[in-house]
């Protein structure tokens, strides 16, 4: 399977983020939502089968632009890859349960290395093959997962921030490892001429509070996408969970080429405030807006978003305010594109 560009732009993703970046004109501002298993519903195939295959990985991303015509494609390993591959160290048996009941266990603990690691082999494969397949024509994506978030999938949410509280030295042990972990995996993604992605959604400050953010997370954020602009060449693109207000001022300290917004932060004062630093993406509700509703209220929303997100100096794209919900139809998606196409002109 090979993506095409979409009948109804003008411009291939690439020809109109090269535009965008060089102060050309260009067709219709970028979308990149959050669509979920959208792909694997358009291959017929199951999410397990697009988790364990990285052919199924890169099929499913290349249907969905041929259908949709957005602007990114993504790819693994995720928060999800990157815990695992950590957590068969020691639990081969129960991957969903956290491995870490006692910190003597980071004494053991190594960090995840990507270019020999049998978990991480064949997000590495798709990788590769997407970029094979389609960086001529759609910029590509390979998300990390976020440092706290991994954190939570080892120790759990609970504990883990009790832990640091009471245990603080041992959170950042454990975050050392992962961040160098990740990194691995930068180094090897570099390969294959894709970019880098974060999503961090534990770390939302209406979750761990903004003092803890300074102290376990910024620091850790700053130090990866500092690494992966200088790896790949290409700035971070980090998605926060929550109202994020309270930390905007460490998001501005981040190389990122946008800071994707949940749904329920204020759009019109991001663009004004935080779009002063920073590119900005955002915010269609995925649940209310994409997955509940018609035609007419996706269309509104979009038209919305873009007449708020446009007053963003550093630019702006539209896109989802989180994950677009499994049992989502279809033809919503193909609505959000068209209202994008027409008033995003």
Not at 99 to 112: Q, T
Request: proline share 6%; aromatic share 8%; glycine share 6%.
């Amino acid at each position: 399977m090979k993506p095409e560009k979409h009948t109804a732009d003008r411009m291939t993703p690439v020809e109109r983020e090269y535009a965008i970046e060089h102060g050309l004109p260009f067709d219709r501002i970028p979308s990149t939502p959050f669509i979920g298993s959208m792909g694997c519903l358009l291959l017929g195939i199951t999410e397990d089968e697009c988790w364990n295959y990285a052919e199924y990985m890169v099929n499913s991303e290349i249907a969905a632009y041929n259908r949709f015509g957005f602007d990114r494609l993504n790819i693994g390993p995720n928060t999800k890859g990157i815990s695992t591959a950590l957590k068969l160290q020691f639990s081969p048996e129960n991957l969903n349960a956290p491995v870490i009941d006692d910190y003597k266990i980071l004494d053991v603990m190594e960090p995840v290395d990507a270019f020999g690691n049998p978990e991480l082999t064949r997000f590495m494969n798709a990788a590769e093959m997407i970029s094979e397949k389609a960086s001529d024509i759609v910029p590509i994506k390979a998300s990390i997962g976020g440092p706290f978030t991994i954190a939570s999938f080892l120790r759990g949410i609970e504990l883990l921030l009790r832990d640091c509280r009471r245990k603080p030295q041992e959170i950042h042990r454990l975050i050392r490892i992962i961040v160098e972990s990740q990194k691995s995996c930068v180094d090897r993604l570099s390969e294959y001429n894709v970019g880098i992605a974060m999503a961090d959604p534990v770390a939302n400050p209406a979750l761990i509070g903004p003092k803890l953010y300074e102290t376990f997370v910024f620091p850790y954020t700053k130090e990866l996408t500092d690494y992966i602009a200088e790896k790949t060449g290409k700035k971070v693109s980090l998605h926060m969970c929550g109202e994020t207000y309270r930390i905007w001022k460490y998001f501005a300290q981040y190389k990122v080429d946008e800071i994707s917004l949940d749904n329920v932060v204020d759009l019109e004062r991001a663009a004004k405030e935080l779009g002063e630093y920073v590119p900005i993406a955002g915010n269609v509700d995925p649940v209310n807006v994409i997955m509940r509703g018609t035609k007419e209220k996706i269309t509104e929303e979009v038209i919305s978003c873009i007449e708020k997100g446009k007053h963003a100096k550093k630019g702006y794209r539209i896109t989802s305010g989180c994950d677009i919900p499994n049992g989502t139809a279809i033809d919503k998606m193909d609505w959000f594109m068209e209202a994008v196409r027409k008033y995003g002109r």
